[in-house]
């Protein structure tokens, strides 16, 4: 989880911003060999800074893969129309949501550089998706071995007849995408305590994972967590109780944050930078989380009327926050999800544990999406319209087609991160033969007189 628009949505209803808690969510990335430029080279023109945790000042600046103004701004684009479908109630993963064929993908509009970023990002993906198991119920790992032993080696210039020739494009369910953005947010602290200044905790010593699926096998893949009370397991403390000194002692301080609303909208992004008063970088990443529920602030405020016209985006609720810190605090509190962090080292991780990288790497629901897989958006926003790499997940991130796109850190990443609402089609690019695999497996299922659990392609 990085910075959680990880991350991660200050809610939906419409609003420009809708942050995204990734708590898969893009924590600051481990140095390692990167095949692709994460967007965190030195700038020649500016003045070096001392970084703590890393050998090389990372400024943050993402590769202009996709055009981005500075100031960002937001390019209107046509996006291509979806298959249409009849959906399910409530599919419980892509497979049963139905899966249809999309577009060649030689016909989607995808230039070399966009393809040669996805390219790197997936190769860095394959280990896991080779290993994982996919619960979207689409793919097994066998299926991309082919794929990512033909990546490998690739020469300079061949990503995009890569994609063509090992890839087909796939639409689940009725295919109507919504993507959000995220980034790396920068935000000053110190080591010290300071008045007025918010604790920044590490994982508390009494929260505890619970895999319930190790109790019955009808609660596979269900995991809670809580905390020991006497002989019970509780909910752990709410926003508010930690807030009020409950985990005091409990949890160790990695720094302090100077503004509580900063440190608030940094746990939404899931991770980020702390710039100590030195000049130091301390990078900071998602650690755990809670076990609480989250909630978008911004749908709140919009539903109460406080936010006013142009008011919608991240910034202009960070303005109204800092201007009624009262009303604030206890808005933000509503949000009773709370994310604990851990120091890092290099770029930022997203949940396959593996560094993310702005206009590249996307958020999505494991459940519709096989982690690490291509996805092709074509969306109402210019920008956000292009190949993706889904490495990452996110607390508000959850059903088909939603996407959550990392921006990377940087001015720019923040302003196009914080407005992006884009709506158009999303295909997935899985392994030639998918498709017909798994409607010939849907359709003998029929045959044999199996509930029909997906939806049907229109003519």
């Given at each position: ?106 016909s989607l509009p995808i230039d070399e550089t966009q393809a040669q970023s996805a390219l790197s990002a997936f190769v860095t993906s394959c280990p896991s998706l080779v290993r994982r198991s996919d619960t979207s119920g689409l793919t097994r790992g066998a299926d991309w071995q082919p794929a990512c032993t033909a990546a490998a080696s690739v020469p300079r210039g061949g990503a995009r007849v890569f994609f063509n020739q090992w890839f087909e494009a796939a639409q689940v369910g009725d295919g109507k995408a919504f993507a959000t953005g995220y980034y790396e ?275």
């Amino acid at each position: 989880m990085i910075v959680q628009f990880r991350g991660r949505a200050l809610g939906g209803l419409g609003l420009s911003l809708l942050v995204s808690a990734c708590v898969g969510g893009v924590e600051p990335p481990r140095s390692g060999p990167a095949p692709v430029d994460r967007g965190g080279t030195t700038d020649s023109n500016s003045p070096r800074e001392p970084v703590r945790v890393h050998p090389s000042r990372d400024t943050g600046a993402s590769p202009n893969i996709r055009g981005i103004q500075m100031p960002a701004r937001i390019v209107g684009a046509v996006p291509m129309l979806p298959v249409p479908v009849i959906a399910p109630t409530a599919p419980v993963n892509a497979a049963a949501a139905g899966v249809v064929a999309g577009p060649a993908i030689a016909s989607l509009p995808i230039d070399e550089t966009q393809a040669q970023s996805a390219l790197s990002a997936f190769v860095t993906s394959c280990p896991s998706l080779v290993r994982r198991s996919d619960t979207s119920g689409l793919t097994r790992g066998a299926d991309w071995q082919p794929a990512c032993t033909a990546a490998a080696s690739v020469p300079r210039g061949g990503a995009r007849v890569f994609f063509n020739q090992w890839f087909e494009a796939a639409q689940v369910g009725d295919g109507k995408a919504f993507a959000t953005g995220y980034y790396e947010p920068e935000i000053a602290g110190s080591l010290e305590r300071r008045d007025g200044y918010a604790p920044i905790y590490g994982r508390p010593n009494d929260l505890i994972d619970v895999d319930l699926g190790a109790f019955s096998t009808s609660l596979k893949g269900k995991k809670v967590r809580g905390r020991v009370d006497r002989s019970n397991l509780v909910p752990y403390y709410d926003r508010t109780a930690i807030e009020q000194g409950a985990i005091d002692g409990r949890a160790p301080i990695l720094a302090w944050a100077r503004d509580p609303v900063e440190l608030f909208f940094l746990q939404i992004q899931g991770s980020g930078r702390l710039r100590l008063p030195d000049g130091e970088i301390l990078r900071i990443g998602y650690a755990t989380q809670n076990g609480r529920d989250y909630t978008g602030i911004g749908a709140l405020m919009k539903s109460r009327g406080l936010l006013q016209p142009g008011q919608t985006s991240m910034q202009g609720i960070v303005a109204w926050l800092h201007a009624h810190p009262a009303e604030g605090q206890a808005i933000m509190r509503e949000n009773k999800s709370f994310v604990f962090f851990r120091e890092l080292e290099g770029a930022p991780l997203g949940a396959l544990g593996l560094p993310v990288t702005g206009q590249v790497s996307a958020a999505a629901d494991v459940k519709f999406v096989p982690l690490g897989a291509p996805v092709f958006l074509s969306l109402d926003r210019q920008d956000a319209s292009g190949m993706w790499v889904a490495q990452d997940t996110g607390g508000a991130i959850k059903g088909s087609n939603r996407f959550d796109t990392f921006w990377g850190a940087g001015p720019a990443a923040e302003s196009t991160a914080g407005g992006m609402a884009g709506r158009g089609t999303a295909f997935l690019l899985l392994p030639i033969g998918t498709v017909q695999r798994l409607n010939g497996q849907r359709f003998n299922g029929l045959a044999n007189g199996a509930q029909d659990g997906g939806p049907t392609a229109q003519p």
